[in-house]
């Protein structure tokens, strides 16, 4: 496949995912609910349903401890030869001291393509083999930025969770129906597909909009 038809599949694969998304959020609108998926090998917990399971990309958001090696040799001779090379040591010591601070900086790590479960309780993610539970009531906060494809759930307890990908959006749907209820599909985070929710409505009804069809 060339560059030209991998842009077009994946330009197609973004735009059902953003269909899907818009599908869901009116069906939800609407008093629907989510459906649940057959049952399969995962033992889960009493209760708990499985609402789709789908490959996304995923981060967390943490720092961590860098370790790093100063150098410290003896120099010996003319004053100057010792002056620079006591120079080029504070030098070399410097950049690695920056260098491991900005590595152990907070940023998104462990990023991955995983499997993750969407539950009526959790996100069930398989990272490097661990499947991972983050909980829908530890979180505290939803954010999104959905023009470009993820999300972020900020928890109680743990580092972000960062999804992204072409069925992010339908997520973000969902993950709000299910931790904040109706009221969760007017947060700020899906105002993107409620608007084009919206603008679909007008198109099929031709209703007019401060004087715009």
């Known amino acids: 496949m060339n560059r030209k038809d991998s842009a077009a599949a994946l330009e197609a694969v973004l735009r059902d995912g953003w269909s899907s998304a818009c599908q869901l959020y009116e069906h939800l609108a609407r008093g629907g609910q989510l459906v649940a998926l057959p049952p399969s090998g995962l033992r889960l917990s009493p209760n708990e349903v499985i609402f789709s399971d789908t490959p996304l990309g995923y981060a967390r958001f943490y720092g961590t401890t860098v370790q790093y090696r100063e150098s410290s040799n003896f120099w010996f001779g003319s004053t100057g030869f010792v002056l620079a090379g006591m120079a080029g040591d504070a030098i070399s010591n410097a950049s690695a001291r920056s260098r491991a601070q900005a590595m152990a900086a907070a940023q998104w790590r462990d990023q991955a393509q995983v499997r993750m ?97």
């Open 117 to 213: 479960i969407l539950t009526n309780q959790r996100l069930l993610g398989d990272y490097q083999g661990n499947l991972l539970s983050f909980w829908h009531n530890g979180v505290v906060e939803l954010t999104a930025d959905l023009t470009q494809w993820s999300f972020i759930l900020r928890y109680q307890e743990g580092n972000p969770l960062m999804l992204h990908g072409p069925a992010a959006p339908w997520y973000a749907v969902a993950v709000a129906w299910l931790i904040f209820g109706p009221q969760g599909l007017q947060l700020p985070a899906l105002a993107p597909v409620s608007a084009s929710v919206a603008q679909r409505s007008r198109a099929i009804t031709g209703e007019v909009v401060d004087g715009q069809p």
